[in-house]
């Protein structure tokens, strides 16, 4: 993968998940990313030990950085990182709210200071709203922006997304906008001063069980592996094990009913004549389709799935995944051996990106220490 942003300088203060998704897909991309830690390093790095005695969370979002830890209490750290930001082209926190601003590293002071300078600010909540202050994780963001209760089974009640989504999809917001105003900065020669919340961002992605809340009149209901818009869409058992369908347009519908189903009275049913119709009546059409699919095998109906090209797949294991044919895993250095994660998506000119090395924590300060000392001392009085 070319190196689009190399020559550009990140300084990340961050912890956690979502800053830290954000400068790795920067430093992904090429960019140098200085990550600052507190003197016992980043708390993600105790999640947990699976990755070979270190941290999965860690070792998946912070590959390609130089780690140097700071205390910010102390005013010499502090002076380092002012003069790390003043040489930077992007700086990105997410220290607790406020935190920031406190030491003197708010993004409307350093925007002043350097007006090339990208600011990204991530919190749980937006600026200006009622809940501003608050500390906010991933699982209170999915239950607050109403994921959680359309997440699960009517039988189990509400339930969290097996990843931690809010924070995720949040960094790779954040990533998007920072490209935005880099682009933004080559016209302008401007920075910009980004903020992105968790709440924000999954508010972003509720919008479609919002929008038929609000203008439907309908509370959306937990579905499990159907789908709240679609059907047929959803996990049917076949004589030898299951097969999750999904059905996309009323031409679909017809050839699923009458060419896989083998069904010509199933396609001309008037209760199934559009989706609408067909969402309305789900559990007498799933009915229907389960009996019609109880009676045939696997391999007999992916066949004929194929053959029609309806979309089908099965519901795989995280064991499945390892060993699923459509996935590719690549090596990334870790200070303790080489431990592999499933690549990021992007395939560019062909190639996947070039996975480097997990610093160890503080394996940078001493370099750090002294190139940033030496600009310090060389910048005018």
């Given at each position: 993968?070319?190196n689009?942003?190399?020559?550009?300088v990140?300084?990340?203060?961050?912890?956690a998940?979502?800053?830290p998704?954000?400068?790795?897909?920067l430093?992904?991309a090429?960019a140098?990313?200085?990550?600052?830690?507190?003197p016992e390093?980043?708390?993600?790095?105790g999640?947990?030990?699976f990755?070979?005695?270190q941290?999965?969370?860690?070792?998946?979002?912070?590959?390609?950085?130089?780690?140097c830890?700071v205390?910010?209490?102390q005013p010499?750290?502090?002076?380092?990182?002012e003069?790390?930001?003043?040489?930077?082209?992007?700086?990105?926190q997410?220290?607790?709210p406020?935190?920031?601003?406190?030491?003197?590293?708010g993004s409307g002071t350093?925007?002043q200071?350097?007006?090339?300078?990208?600011?990204?600010?991530?919190?749980?909540?937006?600026?200006g709203?009622?809940?501003?202050?608050?500390?906010?994780?991933?699982?209170?963001?999915q239950a607050?922006s109403?994921?959680?209760?359309?997440t699960?089974?009517?039988?189990?009640?509400p339930?969290?997304?097996?990843?931690?989504?809010?924070?995720?999809?949040?960094?790779?917001?954040?990533?998007?906008?920072?490209l935005?105003?880099?682009?933004?900065r080559?016209?302008?020669?401007?920075g910009s001063?980004?903020?992105l919340?968790?709440?924000?961002?999954?508010?972003?992605?509720?919008n479609?069980?919002?929008?038929?809340?609000?203008?439907?009149?309908?509370?959306?209901?937990?579905?499990?592996?159907?789908?709240?818009?679609?059907?047929?869409?959803?996990?049917?058992?076949?004589?030898?094990?299951?097969?999750?369908?999904s059905?996309q347009?009323?031409?679909?519908?017809?050839?699923?009913?009458?060419?896989?189903l083998e069904?010509?009275?199933?396609?001309?049913?008037p209760?199934?004549?559009?989706n609408v119709?067909r969402?309305k009546?789900?559990?007498?059409l799933?009915?229907?389709?389960?009996?019609l699919?109880?009676r045939?095998?696997?391999?007999?109906?992916a066949a004929?799935?194929?053959?029609h090209?309806?979309?089908?797949?099965?519901?795989?294991?995280v064991?499945?995944?390892?060993?699923?044919?459509a996935?590719?895993?690549l090596?990334?250095?870790?200070?303790n051996?080489?431990?592999?994660?499933l690549?990021?998506?992007?395939?560019?000119?062909?190639?996947?990106?070039?996975m480097?090395?997990?610093p160890?924590l503080?394996?940078h300060?001493?370099?750090l220490?002294a190139?940033?000392?030496?600009q310090t001392?060389e910048?005018?009085?």
């Open positions: 993968m070319s689009a942003l190399e020559g550009i990140v300084v990340a203060l961050e912890q998940v979502a800053a998704v954000a400068s790795c897909k430093a992904d090429g140098r990313v200085i990550k600052l830690e507190r390093g980043d708390f993600a790095r999640y947990d030990g990755a070979k005695g941290s999965s969370y860690f070792v998946w979002i912070n590959r390609g950085k130089e780690s830890r205390d910010l209490r010499d750290d502090l002076a380092l990182v003069a790390m930001i003043a040489s930077a082209d992007i700086f990105i997410n220290l607790a406020g935190a920031a601003d406190r030491l003197g590293l350093l925007r200071r350097h007006p090339r300078l990208i600011t990204c600010d991530i919190s749980g909540y937006a600026p709203t009622p809940h501003e202050r608050r500390k906010a994780y991933d699982l209170l963001i607050e109403g994921l959680s209760a359309i699960g089974t009517a039988e189990s009640g339930s969290r997304i097996g990843v931690s989504i809010a924070d995720i999809a949040t960094g790779q917001a954040a990533y998007a906008a920072i935005e105003a880099l682009l933004k080559a016209r302008t020669g401007e001063a980004i903020a919340s968790l709440f924000d961002t999954l508010a972003d992605l509720m479609v069980p919002y929008l038929t809340r609000r203008y439907g009149g309908i509370e959306p209901a937990r579905v499990g592996l159907s789908h709240p818009s679609i059907a047929p869409y959803g996990v049917f058992s076949l004589a030898d094990g299951e097969v999750l369908v059905i347009s009323e031409r679909e519908w017809q050839v699923f009913a009458r060419d896989v069904s010509p009275e199933l396609a001309a049913d209760r199934f004549a559009s119709l969402v009546e789900r559990a007498t799933d009915g229907e389709v389960q009996v699919l109880g045939r095998r696997f391999a007999d109906i004929a799935l194929d053959r090209a309806i979309a089908y797949g099965t519901v795989s294991t064991g499945g995944l390892i060993d699923h044919p996935a590719t895993a090596p990334v250095p870790t200070p051996g080489p431990v592999e994660v690549a990021p998506s992007a395939i560019v000119d062909g190639k996947r990106v070039a480097r090395p997990v160890a503080g394996q300060d001493a370099a220490r190139e940033f000392a030496r001392e910048s005018p009085s």
